[in-house]
């Protein structure tokens, strides 16, 4: 029996990995859920899943969830804020904690989790495009177990030997094939991007994902930072890391070798089949997914992408390469400026730009620890909020 904390319990990927805990009752045990302000929707999950603990945003939002809890006679204890994120992602009882937070707000859960030596779930990629080394470093140091959750980071690891040691070329790894869906905006004119709505931008093809996630796949900026979390899960390097857009979502990456084979991992798109395998590993369960019927997709194609139309994946190219603080910087832009194009205070085409002009103005530097690299994070939210007209 493992007893998991699920660090954004009422999120998109908190829902797909509740739904597979929940198939297997005899398997897993909810140790904690948290959630940021969505109470009544956490209170329900409370008192589905019994968890020991629950943890909010705010001391209001705690009040609030006590209430609910006393009502339904459901026994969690209820705490708030980033000190009982980081208390539940590390506790003693806990075996495997998903980290499910969106942005940077799940960076220091995520770090407990890794550093407490914790099988360590990795949906919240924005952690470990901040911290990179840092992150990896206090992984190897605690022993942790670190396993993707981003569908296609979850498909190069199936698709990498099982003993792969983060070196690509002593397993004849060429490159890893980083498939991307394009997102709702793949053929639209790019003159007329400029005028998309928030709902047009989050109508994602393929997925149902959070609000934030959705945008960047509007932009691509979400597959600039898988290029960055593949260089810091398999040690890979940019020049390694090729972007293959893939309309269809039925292959969710592949990774070629030296002697020409092609390795991939094929599926529906729906989130509970990494989380299951990541739950799991090494062992398969059921996760409530059909499996492929391909005479029924018929035909798979594949892209290149335009980096015209989508300059965020350049963005995040050169972030990559520059180093340092300059991803935790990309990141911090890019979360000010999809939250501005959210609450509609700039155009689509603005979030790039702003992006741009902070890399420009903040070049980054070389960091190895977490204090100076929030106050990078801090002062390229300040950076990118000035720019804003
Ligand atoms: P959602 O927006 O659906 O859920 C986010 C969760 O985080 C909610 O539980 C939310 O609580 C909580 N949260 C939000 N802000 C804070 C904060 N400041 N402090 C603490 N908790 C907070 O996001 P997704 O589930 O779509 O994505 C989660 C992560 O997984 C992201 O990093 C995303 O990139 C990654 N991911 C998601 C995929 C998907 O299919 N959705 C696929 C691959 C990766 P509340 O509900 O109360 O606001
Ligand atoms: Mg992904």
Known sequence: MQSITILGATGSIGASTLDVIGRHPD??????????????????????????????GS?????????????????????????ALCEVASAEECDAVMAAIVGAAGLAPTLAAARAGKKVLLANKEALVMSGQIFMDAVRDSGATLL??????????????????RVPAHHGVARILLTASGGPFLRRAVETLDAVTPEEAVAH??????????VDSATMMNKGLEVIEAHWLFGAGAEQIEVVIHPQSVIHSMVSYRDGSVLAQLGNPDMRTPIAHALAYPERIDSGVEPVD???????????????????LQLAYSALSAGGSAPAI????????VQAFLDRRIGFRMI??????????????????????LDEDRRARETAQSLIP
């Open 59 to 83: 001391p209001e939002s705690a009040a609030a969830l006590s209430v609910l809890l006393r009502e339904a006679d459901v026994r969690t204890e209820v705490a708030y804020g980033e000190a």
């Open 148 to 165: 993707p959750i981003d569908s296609e980071h979850n498909a190069i690891f199936q698709s990498l030997p099982q003993s792969y040691s």
């Open 330 to 337: 990309l990141n911090a832009a890019n979360e000010v400026a």
């Open 27 to 56: 398997r897993y045990r909810v140790h904690a859920l948290t959630a940021q302000q969505r109470v009544p929707e956490l209170a329900a999950l409370c008192a589905r899943f019994r968890p020991e603990v629950a943890v909010v």
């Open 205 to 214: 093809p393929n997925w149902v994902m959070g609000r934030k996630i959705s």
């Open 294 to 312: 391909l005479t029924r997709i018929g035909q798979l194609d594949f892209l290149k992408p335009d980096f015209k139309r989508f300059p965020c």
């Open 352 to 373: 790039d730009q702003l992006i741009a002009g902070v890399l420009e103005r903040m070049p980054g530097a070389a960091l190895d620890d977490i204090g100076s690299l």
